[in-house]
């Protein structure tokens, strides 16, 4: 493949590829995401292949397989064009069906269709799904058209043209003007904009300045990054080439953790490939203007997200942040100007440029423009990573889109943030999602991980559970933080241990005084603020575990005992064979009774007795009820008294 | 007087000449590895974790002679290679067993049951994260996220993905890795 | 000379461009504690003990004073009730690894500081770095580095660098604030898996320190 040399020749070649694709071919699209890749994909995608080789469509058929959708709670997923057709949870088994009703007689497979649970009917094309009807898929949806490893897919949908206008239509300054005026907050978790960063460090002094992607997304549960990189990793390297060229920096740097290894390979290969055709290197189209760029993948340390550390890891160093009085936009990399954003803000920018700042800053809040992609998780209906415009309200996107709590259960708290935001609960649902919103009710909007908790969650668990994840990913470098978070863990072990005191509560609140005011980085600065905002809404579950040593939420080990209602038991021993430390004696038509010294709160007999009966219930602060005696468990069936 | 090389007799001589030759050709082997992957990131300083993530995925630990190694060919001080091999959870300092278990314990698995999950396995296997069973049959290691919330709680084993999980399903998984 | 005026604690101060506030109020005879810094070595930023508060430009913030660097007009309070409440828990928290160590002890005394607030931890090390730091950045020797993170970090000799260069030097054990036994002891155990140990029998220069 030889070298586009202008934007004229870009053009032209672009054409060369829609003029060979028809968009009335059939074309079979297949979700391979990680997500989907855990759920068979490649499976799928096998006998895909063979089906269509052996029935002869192999070049009247296309095949592609695309990066996330985003449904990830119904894949893998299969799209057919040109009709949109939407089949969910397939399994290979399906695929012959689908190639010859499907494809060859364009006839609908019902059962794999999405059923809308409230009106009990079939909807066929993705589009019109509940799911993706809410959503405002401006930077996600292109997943679902191109395969990442194959750049012409993104020329075809206008790849790149963004860039082309950038470096022969626009000069620099225009191109940051309209990047201020788009008002692009970072995506990352700081939310800071992006336009007055890329000023900083284009006026700063100096020859050598860096560009760096944030991939490191550490926030469990969040995985919106992974599904970009992995599903259309141009976008991005077309957003920093851009970013690059304002700043004047030629080398750039994509920071990607270790743990996703299917995003670095399609990094790379879209990286090789970008280059193949001058869309990066030396002399870009043309233009004069040199970048290249370097993927450094992580180790595995949570706190090499933040930015300090990063450049630290990058330098080869353990991820150590360093105290910064001057911004890494001026002294950053190697005491260089260096420009880092998040993958979903570097996705966002060809978009800018290709629609303009006023296209954008139309959709979202006052101060929070354009959209978000969130990974909404946890106890939820419909999980997956969504797409809103900011300003869609948290319930819209939790119940109109995620289709509400499964199982009949009660909504909350959602979590967002990660590790540095917090809880937010029912009465505040109809928050309008944005960076200021979310901040002033004690949370933050953090990288996108949105986790929907539901009756069955301890909330002083989560605390403990985030602080018992911060002192794990604790550089270790500050006191504050370190010991801080030490004692912290430690009280809040306690208290989900039934051993918490009096005035554990007001020792927690000095603690987090401490370590957000005096931690050497935002780490430590934001590590009280899940305590902080579970405390604000959830106080009672607090004192309840330390006065009462009850756990409300009936979840905490220590706090709980499993009992079997004789009443309701009907001796079907399920849990008893089930059960792993053989607690449980009874036997047929003989009532089953836990033996509390040998029970160690695995929960399995309450997973496994028949909701029909219910038998197996959950107590906290109150001592369980003794055993009834021997004599009485006899059932005797109705049955046989006849 | 002490014994010199000079007492012994050829044979034995030829023998542990042919012995030492192969413990060299052993470690050379490995240093050869190592320098060639140093090589190939351009022997900079600022690759160092790259190297140490190489080696770490081909030989599954870095061993102390590996370090030593890196020190010496990047001229960094084995100090800060400690850190690094320390500080970040990618790296082993002690060989892994045959199947790696990695057990997903970010918020979204958590809010689903991983702890009770971790748990069972923790009691079916016989140790706890960070640790390799005496056999060099299992190694366990929690981590935070591996992008598949939608199937959590999520196991993932020698690249396998298991998901949908509970403490009751966790024997069934196992019994398939011998 | 680049003279920039500033305000320390009321008191009109003369510093120069690129001077820590740490430096420039120690040249006013403002004493600000410290306890991981270091003139021979590079500011660290790690005890955080050096918080001090600065106004500029109508807002105030939290800084610590061995990084961050004079400006023109700043307003420097080196005492404030948020500083006190910071320096109190940060040597409460110190004092659960240290409770003896006779630096922790003054400062303690000051800021009203109670060494048993905290359950005792096993480790002496606070982490000040200063033996880390002055062997690699004086020294240039590297034979003490620290290893993982967070509330697992400690502070570890490499065996084969101690057992060559540590006999002569030692130059690290009064630095460390809290027991410089601690850090000899580290050190002999160390000592123990070179060759040269036999010779002189570790135990002669532990009861030599005494």
Redesign the interface.
Known sequence: MSRINSLAELEEFRKGILSKRDPNKPCITLCSG??C???GSEEVAAIIEEELEKQGLSSSVDFRKTGCHGF??R?PIIVIHPEEICYLQIEPKDVPEIISQTIKEKKVIERLLYTDPGANEKIIHESEIPFYKYQERLVFGSNGNIDPKRIDDYLAIGGYSALAKVLFRMTSEEVLSEVKKSNLRGRGGGGFPAGSKWEGSRNALGEIKYVIVNADE??????MD??LLEGNPHSVLEGLTIGAYVIGSHEGYIYVR???PLAVENVNIAIKQAQEYGLLGKNILGSGFDFTVKV????????CGESTALMT???????EP??K?VRSNVVGLWGRPSVLNNVETWANVPLIINNGADWFAQLGTENSKGTKIF?L???ITN??LVEVPMGMTLRDIIYKIGGGIPGGKRFKAV?TG?PSGGCIPEELLDLEVGFDELTKAGSMMGSG?M???DED?CMVDVAR??LD?L??????????C??????ML?ILTNITHGKGKEDDIELLE??S??AG????CALGRTAPNPFLSTLRYFRDEYEAHIKEKRCPALSCKELIAYHIDPKKCQACMICLK?C?AEAIAGGKNRIHVIDQEKC?K???CF??CPPRFGAVQKISGEPVPAPIPEEARTIIRESKQK | MKAGSAMLSPEVKEQKWIRGKKQIRKATMVNERIDQIIDKHQG???????V??EIQSENHWLPKEALERVSEKLH?PLT?IQ??AT?????SLVPKGRHEIHLC?????????AT?VL??VQ?LTGIKPGETDLDLKFSLQT??????????P?MDVNGK?H?KL???KIAEVLKNYE | MNEILLQIDGKEVGAREGMTLLMAARSAGILIPTLCHHEKLE???????C?VEVESRGSTK???AC???VEKNLVVRTRSE?VD??RK??LE??L??APDAPELQDLAKEYGADKDR??K?ASFC??C?LCVRYCAEVKKKNAVG?I??????EISFIPEIASKECWNCKECFPLCPTEALQAAFVLTRALYTSPLSNKNGCGDTYRGQQ
Request: net charge positive; proline share 4%.
């Open positions: 990680s997500a890749h855990a759920s990830c709670e894949g550490g926030d469990p549960g969040a995985y992974r599904a270790q743990e996703y450094h993948q992580g180790a595995g340390a949570f706190v890891a990058l330098e080869g160093r353990a991820g360093r105290p009085y990974s998780v946890g106890k999980t997956g979590q990660g991980g986790i929907v908790m969650t559970y985030f994840f002192t794990d990913e604790s550089c270790g470098k500050c006191v504050p370190r010991e801080g978070m030490r004692q430690k000095e603690l005084e401490t005011d005096a931690s050497l089930k792993p160690t695995c929960g399995t997973e496994v | 900079e300083a600022s690759s160092l974790i790259q140490l993530l960094v800060r850190h690094i500080f970040y959870k990618a790296f314990v970010g918020t979204a698995c958590h809010v689903r049951g009770r748990d069972t009691d981590v935070n996220c591996l992008g598949c919330c939608a199937l959590g999520v993905t998901g509970a403490p009751s | 500011p660290y930023g790690g005890c955080r003990i918080m939290l800084v610590v990084v961050y660097q948020k409440r910071i828990m940060i928290l110190l659960a690894h905290f359950e931890e606070i982490h770095g620290f993982d993170r967070g509330i697992r970090k």
